[in-house]
C-alpha cells in the first residue's frame, strides 16, 4: 500500500495537464480578441483617414504658386486691407519636410499689389528664431487700430502661443507675450477675441507623441477647445476626435470648430461668459483643416485633405491631394457646399487653408508651395 502523500499526489499530477491546456486556450483566446480589436482599431482609423480616397481635379484657370514658399505654408490670416499673414516652415516629429534645417517664420503678402509677393516680417529682438515653428495664426485689431498676431508655436515640439505686435511701417512683428499652460498641451489652432485673449483648439489630449498616437489610434475623442485670458482659463468645449481649424463669425456670435478626423465643422455659440454650447455639425467626406472667413458674406473657406494617409506617409510619386470647400449658409437647415479647388498632388500637395479677398484665393499647404489665384 503506497504511503498516503503518494496517493494525494497522483490527482494533481492528473490534472496539470489539464490546467495547462485550460490556461492556454485562455491565452490564446485572449489574444484573439486582442487582435481583433487591433484589427478594428485599424480599420476604423483608415476610414477616418480617407486612406481610399481620390479626387478629381477641379481647376482654377488663374492661378500660379506663390514664389518665397517652398515648405509650407499652413495657416493664412487677412486683415480688412489685404494684407495676408503666412505661417511657413511647420514641422512635427513623423511628418515630411522640404526644409527640415530651416526655421519657421511669418510672410506677408499685399493684395492690394498688381502683382503681390511674398515677403518674410523681421521678428524683434529677444524672441528665439532658431526654434521657431509656427502653426496655426489669427490676428486682433485693437479700438486703436493696434494689429496684433497671435501665433500657435511649437519650439522643440513643445507648445506655446506667441503674441505679436505687427508694426507695418518697419514691416516687423514685435514680441509681446509667450503664452504656456497646462490647458494647452497640444495646441493646433486660435482664433484671438481680444488683444490678449483667444480661442485654442487642442488636437490631442496629450502631448508626449507616443500617447498621442495611442490616443488617435484608440479613437479617444478627448480633444477639446479652450478659452484664454490673463485672469481665466476653462475648457469651453470637448469631446473631439481632433479638434484643428476654429474662427470666428463675423457678427462675433459664433465659433466654427474643424474636427479633422471626423469630417465634421461644428457650429458653437459664444455666450457672454465665453462659454461655448454646440448648434449643429456639418457633416463632410474629407478632413477639414483650417476655417477662413469671408467677411462680406460670413462663408467659410476650408483648406481639406482628401486622403490623409496620402498626407502622413509621404509618397513623391503619389502625393498628397488637395481640396478646398466653399460653405454657404452654415447656420441653415441644407447649407451649400461647393468643391472651389481640387488637385491630384501635381500642382499642390496637403492644403491646409484657403483664405479669400476681394476676388483673390490663396491655398496654403501642410508642407509644400501655396497658391495665389483670381476667381
Given at each position: 500500500?503506497?504511503?498516503?502523500?503518494?496517493?494525494?499526489?497522483?490527482?494533481?499530477?492528473?490534472?496539470?495537464?489539464?490546467?495547462?491546456?485550460?490556461?492556454?486556450?485562455?491565452?490564446?483566446?485572449?489574444?484573439?480578441?486582442?487582435?481583433?480589436?487591433?484589427?478594428?482599431?485599424?480599420?476604423?482609423?483608415?476610414?477616418?483617414?480617407?486612406?481610399?480616397?481620390?479626387?478629381?481635379?477641379?481647376?482654377?484657370?488663374?492661378?500660379?504658386?506663390?514664389?518665397?514658399?517652398?515648405?509650407?505654408?499652413?495657416?493664412?490670416?487677412?486683415?480688412?486691407?489685404?494684407?495676408?499673414?503666412?505661417?511657413?516652415?511647420?514641422?512635427?516629429?513623423?511628418?515630411?519636410?522640404?526644409?527640415?534645417?530651416?526655421?519657421?517664420?511669418?510672410?506677408?503678402?499685399?493684395?492690394?499689389?498688381?502683382?503681390?509677393?511674398?515677403?518674410?516680417?523681421?521678428?524683434?529682438?529677444?524672441?528665439?528664431?532658431?526654434?521657431?515653428?509656427?502653426?496655426?495664426?489669427?490676428?486682433?485689431?485693437?479700438?486703436?487700430?493696434?494689429?496684433?498676431?497671435?501665433?500657435?508655436?511649437?519650439?522643440?515640439?513643445?507648445?506655446?502661443?506667441?503674441?505679436?505686435?505687427?508694426?507695418?511701417?518697419?514691416?516687423?512683428?514685435?514680441?509681446?507675450?509667450?503664452?504656456?499652460?497646462?490647458?494647452?498641451?497640444?495646441?493646433?489652432?486660435?482664433?484671438?477675441?481680444?488683444?490678449?485673449?483667444?480661442?485654442?483648439?487642442?488636437?490631442?489630449?496629450?502631448?508626449?507623441?507616443?500617447?498621442?498616437?495611442?490616443?488617435?489610434?484608440?479613437?479617444?475623442?478627448?480633444?477639446?477647445?479652450?478659452?484664454?485670458?490673463?485672469?481665466?482659463?476653462?475648457?469651453?468645449?470637448?469631446?473631439?476626435?481632433?479638434?484643428?481649424?476654429?474662427?470666428?463669425?463675423?457678427?462675433?456670435?459664433?465659433?466654427?470648430?474643424?474636427?479633422?478626423?471626423?469630417?465634421?465643422?461644428?457650429?458653437?455659440?459664444?455666450?457672454?461668459?465665453?462659454?461655448?454650447?454646440?448648434?449643429?455639425?456639418?457633416?463632410?467626406?474629407?478632413?477639414?483643416d483650417n476655417l477662413s472667413i469671408d467677411p462680406s458674406s460670413g462663408d467659410i473657406w476650408v483648406g481639406c485633405h482628401p486622403n490623409g494617409q496620402k498626407l502622413f506617409v509621404y509618397d513623391p510619386n503619389n502625393p498628397p491631394s488637395s481640396e478646398v470647400l466653399r460653405i454657404q449658409n452654415i447656420l441653415s437647415?441644407?447649407?451649400?457646399?461647393?468643391?472651389?479647388?481640387?488637385?491630384?498632388?501635381?500642382?499642390?500637395?496637403?492644403?491646409?487653408?484657403?483664405?479669400?479677398?476681394?476676388?483673390?484665393?490663396?491655398?496654403?499647404?501642410?508642407?509644400?508651395?501655396?497658391?495665389?489665384?483670381?476667381?
Amino acid at each position: 500500500m503506497a504511503p498516503p502523500t503518494e496517493l494525494l499526489a497522483r490527482p494533481e499530477q492528473s490534472s496539470a495537464p489539464g490546467s495547462r491546456a485550460m490556461g492556454r486556450l485562455v491565452a490564446v483566446g485572449l489574444l484573439g480578441i486582442a487582435l481583433a480589436l487591433l484589427g478594428e482599431r485599424l480599420l476604423a482609423l483608415r476610414n477616418r483617414l480617407k486612406a481610399s480616397r481620390e479626387v478629381e481635379s477641379v481647376d482654377l484657370p488663374h492661378c500660379h504658386l506663390i514664389k518665397g514658399i517652398e515648405a509650407g505654408s499652413e495657416d493664412i490670416d487677412i486683415l480688412p486691407n489685404g494684407l495676408a499673414f503666412f505661417s511657413v516652415g511647420l514641422k512635427f516629429p513623423g511628418l515630411h519636410s522640404f526644409a527640415p534645417d530651416k526655421p519657421g517664420g511669418i510672410l506677408m503678402m499685399d493684395l492690394k499689389e498688381e502683382k503681390p509677393r511674398a515677403r518674410e516680417l523681421r521678428i524683434s529682438r529677444g524672441f528665439d528664431l532658431a526654434s521657431f515653428n509656427p502653426h496655426g495664426i489669427s490676428t486682433f485689431i485693437d479700438n486703436d487700430d493696434t494689429v496684433y498676431l497671435f501665433v500657435v508655436n511649437h519650439p522643440e515640439f513643445k507648445n506655446t502661443v506667441e503674441i505679436f505686435k505687427f508694426e507695418e511701417a518697419e514691416n516687423s512683428l514685435l514680441h509681446l507675450k509667450t503664452v504656456k499652460h497646462e490647458l494647452l498641451p497640444s495646441v493646433n489652432d486660435i482664433t484671438a477675441v481680444g488683444p490678449a485673449h483667444f480661442y485654442a483648439t487642442n488636437d490631442h489630449y496629450f502631448s508626449d507623441p507616443f500617447l498621442k498616437y495611442l490616443e488617435t489610434y484608440l479613437n479617444l475623442h478627448w480633444a477639446n477647445v479652450v478659452y484664454y485670458s490673463p485672469n481665466e482659463v476653462k475648457v469651453v468645449a470637448e469631446g473631439f476626435d481632433s479638434a484643428n481649424g476654429i474662427n470666428i463669425s463675423p457678427d462675433d456670435k459664433y465659433i466654427y470648430v474643424a474636427d479633422i478626423l471626423a469630417h465634421e465643422i461644428h457650429v458653437l455659440e459664444k455666450h457672454t461668459n465665453m462659454n461655448l454650447t454646440q448648434l449643429k455639425v456639418l457633416e463632410l467626406d474629407t478632413l477639414v483643416d483650417n476655417l477662413s472667413i469671408d467677411p462680406s458674406s460670413g462663408d467659410i473657406w476650408v483648406g481639406c485633405h482628401p486622403n490623409g494617409q496620402k498626407l502622413f506617409v509621404y509618397d513623391p510619386n503619389n502625393p498628397p491631394s488637395s481640396e478646398v470647400l466653399r460653405i454657404q449658409n452654415i447656420l441653415s437647415e441644407k447649407p451649400t457646399v461647393t468643391t472651389v479647388y481640387a488637385n491630384n498632388g501635381s500642382v499642390l500637395q496637403g492644403s491646409s487653408v484657403a483664405s479669400v479677398y476681394d476676388g483673390k484665393l490663396l491655398i496654403g499647404t501642410l508642407y509644400h508651395r501655396a497658391l495665389y489665384c483670381e476667381l
